[in-house]
């Protein structure tokens, strides 16, 4: 434990990097209201399809949270505790409450809501692509991204590409939804909901969660963190060995993921393109503004 004066000197240290970073200091009121919302945010927007968890952890500076606490339950629990409560209590409202309305906006708003989720995902790049370079770039950070790019492009192509089959809904299939949603958190881009909407398990799932039916709730959470919990400090590895070509291929993964759902194949209006431009430009400029004011544990 330090003392008093020790502290007070961390705490302007902590200052004093986030000036130079040009961010502002964040007030305890402010960074609780900042974990909340994160959390609200990611939970809205994991259920929705061809959305991803893991993307959604990375652009609001989660990821490395999330990764800590699968990989080291127990330190990241005592570093962080508080905060991991904010945003699985902010994940819960996001989960259970916004995303209904999300998912009504998406009903009968569909490219309109994607639009906008594809703008608030492009308002991050910048500041994921500074994260990306905090520890340097080389020439073999550029190829990780390219080849990130290609290979989940072509993945999740191939995936849109199967035809939907008819699947009975099981214990087991919620449990492959579990190992699904946990691949999609370790890695980001992968997006688990289009994999089981292939699969015709999707809307049964999504029905089973919504209305806590045991049958479908614990196999999947089971499968989430076994899964999560496996992968998590192979991927802790390969970032502290590798930083700059990880996270480079991570933005790949994400703007590859993003590609993939752009409704460039709806018949649109000249309305329906003036919305759909506005509706992206009005989540580019809130991502940009929040990606200011990410998550911060300790480190």
Known sequence: MGTEEENSQLNKNEDLSEKKEGKKPRTKAGAIAIDLLAGVAVGAGAILPGFSGGVLCVVLGMYPLVMELFSHPIRALKKNFLVYILIGIGWAVGFFAVSNLIKFMYARYEVFTVWTFIGMIF??????????????????????????????????????????????????????????????IIIPGLTSSSIMMSLGIYESFNAGLAGFKPAVVIPWVVGMLLTAAALARIVEYIFKKHYSEAFHAVIGIVVSSTLMIFPIFEKYTVWGVLISLLCALTGFIAAYFFSNFKIQGQE
């Open 123 to 184: 308002g991050n790049i910048p500041s994921l692509y500074k994260e990306a370079g905090k520890k340097g770039r080389s020439r073999s950070s550029f190829v990780s991204m390219a080849v990130a790019f290609v290979v989940m492009f072509a993945l999740l192509f191939g995936v849109s590409m199967i035809p939907n089959v008819n699947i009975t809904p099981n214990i087991g299939w919620y449990l492959f939804a579990g190992f699904m949603w946990g691949l999609s």
